[in-house]
C-alpha cells in the first residue's frame, strides 16, 4: 500500500544546528508525528524523495543533500529504516514551499509567492500528482523554493484516490512549511492522524 | 604587520575602530539617523573625537531593499566623501561598495579603503585599488549574491572556506598591484552565515589571525548577536562586546563597530589581557 509524508527541508531539523529553545517546536512535533505514523506502517524501510544539493553548497564541499540528512535523522528517530531494498512504498518527503512570504523572509518579499504556495498547497491537499510535477521550476526558483524535485518525485509516487491529512502548514519565517501524509489505505486513529 | 591606508601608517600591534557612517535612509540599525548629509558629517566628527581612527562609509544597506543603482549610490556617497577628506585630514576613509565605477568615484575624491562587503562581487574592484593605492577589504561571503540574505548555505568547513576565500582574494589584489600593507581580511558574520556558523568563524578567528592576513571583523549588533542571546536591534551592545573581546584576544586589527568608545575599552582591554598592549597606567602595589 502506497503511503507517503512529507516535512520540510528547514535546516532547523538538524541536531546540529539545534536552539536552546526551539523555535520550531510545534513543527518539529507535527514532523516527528508524521514520520511515526509512515515508519509504523513501514517498518522495513521508507524511501526519501528530496531536493540534491545546490551548486554553492557542493562549492562548499558539502556532500550530501540537507533534505537526506534531515530525513535519515527524522527516520531513525522514529525507530525506522531508509529501504535498503529500493523504493519504498512509504515515501517521506522532505520540501519547503517559497522563501519570499515576507520583508524579512530570506528572499524577502515576492508578492507570487502567495499564489504559488496556494497552488502548491492545493496540489498537496489534493494528491494532484499532475499538478506537483508540472510544477514552474523558473518561478519556484525566484521564489526561493528548492524542492522542485521532491515534489516532483511525490508527483509520481502518488496514486489516487488517496487520503490526504495535513498536520501543520505555516511560514513563520516567511518561508512555506508543510506535514502531512497521504495514503491509499485507512486512516489510523491516532495521536498522529 | 604594519597597515597603510593611502597616506595613513600604523604600527604593527596598533588595533584599529572603524566607525559606521551609513548614508542611508533604511539601515539595520540607525534606521536613517544619519541619512540626511548633516547629520552624517557630525557623526564623523563624533566618532573620530571619540577615537575611531577609520570611518566607513555606505550609501547601500546590506539588507534585501530597493534598488539602489549605482547613480543614486555615488550621489550618496561621493560629494560626502569629498567634504569628509576635506574636514578630517587625518582620519581613514574607508567606503562600503562592492562597485568598481563606485570605488574609482570615492577615491578620486579622497577615499583611503575600498571596503568590498560582497567578497569580490565585481571583479574590476581590485583593479581601482591597485590604481589608486587605496586599501582593500576582502570579505567572505561564500558567494552569495550582494543584498540577499543566507539561505540554507552550508560549508564542510566554514573557516577553511573563509580562509580560503579571503586569501585568495587578497594574493589576487596583491598580483593586481595593491600594496600588501592596505590589504586586510574578514571573515564577515552573518553574511552568508547563519548563526551556528559566525559562532564558529569567532571561537575560531585565531586561524584567520594565522594567516598572517590582518582581520577586520564586523560584529556590531549583527543577527548572530541577536539569535544567540534573543535580543532584537537595539539591546545587542553587550553581545556585540563580548564577541568583540573574543575576536581581540585572537588578534583581529580592526573593528567595524556603531558604538566607538565602548569598543575602543573593550579591544584595550583585551589587547593587555593579551599581552600586546601595556596597561595605561600600572600603579598598584608598584609604588
Not at chain 1, 492545493?122 to 523554493?145: F, H, K, V, Y
Not at chain 2, 562592492?98 to 578620486?108: G, K, L, P
Not at chain 2, 564586523?218 to 545587542?236: A, C, H, M, W, Y
Given at each position: 500500500m502506497?503511503?507517503?509524508?512529507?516535512?520540510p527541508?528547514t535546516?532547523?531539523?538538524?541536531?546540529?544546528?539545534?536552539?536552546?529553545?526551539?523555535?520550531?517546536?510545534?513543527?518539529?512535533q507535527?514532523?516527528?508525528?508524521?514520520?511515526?505514523?509512515?515508519?509504523?506502517?513501514?517498518?522495513?524501510?521508507?524511501?526519501?524523495?528530496?531536493?540534491?544539493?545546490?551548486?554553492?553548497?557542493?562549492?562548499?564541499?558539502?556532500?550530501?543533500?540537507?533534505?537526506?540528512?534531515?530525513?535519515?535523522?527524522?527516520?531513525?528517530?522514529a525507530?525506522?529504516?531508509?529501504?535498503?531494498?529500493?523504493?519504498?512504498?512509504?515515501?517521506l518527503?522532505?520540501?519547503s514551499?517559497?522563501?519570499?512570504?515576507?520583508?524579512?523572509?530570506?528572499?524577502?518579499?515576492?508578492?507570487?509567492?502567495?499564489n504559488?504556495?496556494?497552488?502548491?498547497v492545493?496540489?498537496?491537499?489534493?494528491?494532484?500528482?499532475?499538478?506537483?510535477e508540472?510544477?514552474?521550476?523558473?518561478?519556484?526558483?525566484?521564489?526561493?523554493?528548492?524542492?522542485?524535485?521532491?515534489?516532483?518525485?511525490?508527483?509520481?509516487?502518488?496514486?489516487?484516490?488517496?487520503?490526504?491529512?495535513?498536520?501543520?502548514?505555516?511560514?513563520?519565517?516567511?518561508?512555506q512549511?508543510?506535514?502531512?501524509?497521504?495514503?491509499?489505505?485507512?486512516?489510523?486513529?491516532?495521536?498522529?492522524? | 604587520?604594519?597597515?597603510?591606508?593611502?597616506?595613513?601608517?600604523?604600527?604593527?600591534?596598533?588595533?584599529?575602530?572603524?566607525?559606521?557612517?551609513?548614508?542611508?535612509?533604511?539601515?539595520?540599525?540607525?534606521?536613517?539617523?544619519?541619512?540626511?548629509?548633516?547629520?552624517?558629517?557630525?557623526?564623523?566628527?563624533?566618532?573620530?573625537?571619540?577615537?575611531?581612527?577609520?570611518?566607513?562609509?555606505g550609501?547601500?544597506?546590506?539588507?534585501?531593499?530597493?534598488?539602489?543603482?549605482?547613480?543614486?549610490?555615488?550621489?550618496?556617497?561621493?560629494?560626502?566623501?569629498?567634504?569628509?577628506?576635506?574636514?578630517?585630514?587625518?582620519?581613514?576613509?574607508?567606503?562600503?561598495?562592492?562597485?568598481?565605477?563606485?570605488?574609482?568615484?570615492?577615491?578620486?575624491?579622497?577615499?583611503d579603503?575600498?571596503?568590498?562587503?560582497?567578497?569580490?562581487?565585481?571583479?574590476?574592484?581590485?583593479?581601482?585599488?591597485?590604481e589608486?593605492?587605496?586599501?582593500?577589504?576582502?570579505?567572505?561571503?561564500?558567494?552569495?549574491?550582494?543584498?540577499?540574505?543566507?539561505?540554507?548555505?552550508e560549508?564542510?568547513?566554514?573557516?577553511?572556506?573563509?580562509?580560503?576565500?579571503?586569501?585568495?582574494?587578497?594574493?589576487?589584489?596583491?598580483?593586481?598591484?595593491?600594496?600588501?600593507?592596505?590589504?586586510?581580511i574578514?571573515?564577515?558574520?552573518?553574511?552568508?552565515?547563519?548563526?551556528?556558523?559566525?559562532?564558529?568563524?569567532?571561537?575560531?578567528?585565531?586561524?584567520?589571525?594565522?594567516?598572517?592576513?590582518?582581520?577586520?571583523?564586523?560584529?556590531?549588533?549583527?543577527?548572530?548577536?541577536?539569535e544567540?542571546l534573543?535580543?532584537?536591534?537595539?539591546?545587542r551592545?553587550?553581545?556585540?562586546?563580548?564577541?568583540?573581546?573574543?575576536?581581540?584576544?585572537?588578534?583581529?586589527?580592526?573593528?567595524?563597530v556603531?558604538?566607538?568608545?565602548?569598543?575602543?575599552?573593550?579591544?584595550?582591554?583585551?589587547?593587555?589581557?593579551?599581552?600586546?598592549?601595556?596597561?595605561?597606567?600600572?600603579?598598584?602595589?608598584?609604588?
Amino acid at each position: 500500500m502506497r503511503d507517503a509524508a512529507i516535512v520540510p527541508s528547514t535546516l532547523m531539523l538538524l541536531p546540529e544546528y539545534s536552539s536552546l529553545h526551539d523555535p520550531i517546536d510545534e513543527l518539529r512535533q507535527a514532523c516527528r508525528d508524521v514520520v511515526a505514523w509512515l515508519v509504523r506502517r513501514h517498518p522495513h524501510g521508507v524511501s526519501l524523495a528530496t531536493s540534491p544539493t545546490s551548486s554553492l553548497n557542493v562549492a562548499h564541499g558539502i556532500t550530501q543533500a540537507p533534505g537526506q540528512r534531515i530525513g535519515r535523522a527524522l527516520v531513525i528517530d522514529a525507530g525506522g529504516r531508509l529501504s535498503a531494498a529500493g523504493p519504498s512504498d512509504g515515501l517521506l518527503v522532505v520540501a519547503s514551499g517559497s522563501a519570499t512570504q515576507s520583508l524579512a523572509a530570506p528572499g524577502s518579499l515576492d508578492e507570487r509567492s502567495h499564489n504559488f504556495d496556494d497552488r502548491l498547497v492545493g496540489a498537496l491537499r489534493n494528491g494532484d500528482s499532475i499538478a506537483l510535477e508540472n510544477l514552474d521550476e523558473t518561478l519556484a526558483s525566484a521564489l526561493w523554493c528548492q524542492d522542485v524535485a521532491a515534489f516532483r518525485a511525490l508527483g509520481r509516487h502518488l496514486r489516487s484516490p488517496l487520503r490526504v491529512r495535513a498536520t501543520y502548514a505555516g511560514a513563520p519565517f516567511g518561508v512555506q512549511y508543510w506535514a502531512g501524509t497521504w495514503t491509499e489505505g485507512p486512516i489510523e486513529v491516532d495521536g498522529a492522524s | 604587520m604594519s597597515l597603510k591606508f593611502g597616506a595613513h601608517e600604523f604600527a604593527d600591534d596598533a588595533t584599529l575602530v572603524m566607525a559606521i557612517v551609513n548614508r542611508t535612509p533604511d539601515s539595520f540599525y540607525d534606521k536613517g539617523a544619519t541619512w540626511a548629509e548633516d547629520n552624517a558629517f557630525e557623526r564623523v566628527g563624533l566618532v573620530i573625537d571619540q577615537g575611531a581612527q577609520i570611518v566607513d562609509i555606505g550609501g547601500v544597506k546590506a539588507a534585501p531593499g530597493v534598488e539602489i543603482d549605482v547613480a543614486e549610490e555615488r550621489r550618496r556617497v561621493v560629494e560626502f566623501v569629498a567634504r569628509v577628506r576635506a574636514a578630517f585630514p587625518d582620519v581613514v576613509i574607508s567606503v562600503d561598495t562592492w562597485r568598481a565605477e563606485v570605488a574609482r568615484a570615492v577615491c578620486a575624491v579622497g577615499a583611503d579603503v575600498i571596503n568590498d562587503a560582497w567578497g569580490g562581487a565585481d571583479p574590476g574592484l581590485v583593479d581601482v585599488a591597485a590604481e589608486f593605492g587605496s586599501g582593500l577589504i576582502c570579505t567572505h561571503t561564500g558567494g552569495v549574491t550582494p543584498r540577499t540574505r543566507p539561505f540554507r548555505v552550508e560549508y564542510a568547513d566554514v573557516v577553511a572556506s573563509a580562509i580560503a576565500d579571503t586569501t585568495a582574494y587578497a594574493d589576487r589584489a596583491v598580483r593586481a598591484g595593491c600594496d600588501p600593507r592596505g590589504i586586510v581580511i574578514d571573515p564577515a558574520h552573518d553574511f552568508g552565515k547563519n548563526t551556528i556558523q559566525s559562532l564558529e568563524i569567532t571561537r575560531r578567528l585565531g586561524e584567520m589571525v594565522a594567516t598572517g592576513w590582518p582581520v577586520l571583523v564586523s560584529l556590531s549588533n549583527k543577527d548572530f548577536i541577536g539569535e544567540t542571546l534573543d535580543l532584537p536591534v537595539g539591546q545587542r551592545l553587550s553581545g556585540t562586546l563580548a564577541a568583540t573581546a573574543a575576536c581581540a584576544l585572537a588578534g583581529a586589527r580592526i573593528f567595524r563597530v556603531h558604538e566607538v568608545p565602548e569598543t575602543r575599552q573593550v579591544v584595550d582591554m583585551s589587547s593587555s589581557i593579551a599581552g600586546r598592549r601595556l596597561p595605561a597606567k600600572a600603579i598598584r602595589g608598584l609604588a
